[in-house]
């Protein structure tokens, strides 16, 4: 077994889960201090997007892979920008785009009312899911975010009624 598995030093890149400054100074840390000033052979996480982000750059200018499970953002996938990071989950684009044909082709929904928080990853997941159903040809779309006390026909016409409800919000304490 190789002795950075064995040893697994569990220093999180930042501790409450959502900070990016402390994620890149976590993620440095952990290439160059831990294992007696060794370094780590790879970093798993962060949790989400922001953090991910941040610790992708300093990641990638020491050449040290970092996979994340739940980070979704599209940024993530520009390979010059963030050339060591690796995800399991993929992207808000691609999601965006199999929920739109789920909707339309397992589905076959005609009128969806769309519901999202206003932070980055619910505006970008939602932004992703319309470009994609405006892609295939939705109506009757209909657009509600957590800022918005009304839902907003985007297309069709009065009396519309809603066949479906998509939720891609994210919650998290402040």
Known sequence: MHPRVASRPRRPAAPDGRSVPRAAVGA???TQDVFNGKGVSAII???SSGPSMSAALVTGKVFVPQI?????SALLSDGQTYSTFLRTPPSDAFQGVGIADLIR??????R?????STD???AAGIAAFHTAADEI?????LRRGSDRPALKPLSGGAGCCVAATL???CTHQA
């Open 167 to 169: 939720l891609h919000c």
């Open 120 to 122: 980055g990853y619910g």
């Open 28 to 30: 440095l840390a952990l």
């Open 105 to 110: 082709n397992l589905f076959g929904y005609t």
């Open 45 to 47: 996480g962060a949790a």
């Open 112 to 116: 969806v009312a769309t519901v999202s």
């Open 68 to 72: 994340s499970y739940s980070s979704t």
């Open 137 to 141: 040809g939705r109506a009757g779309l």
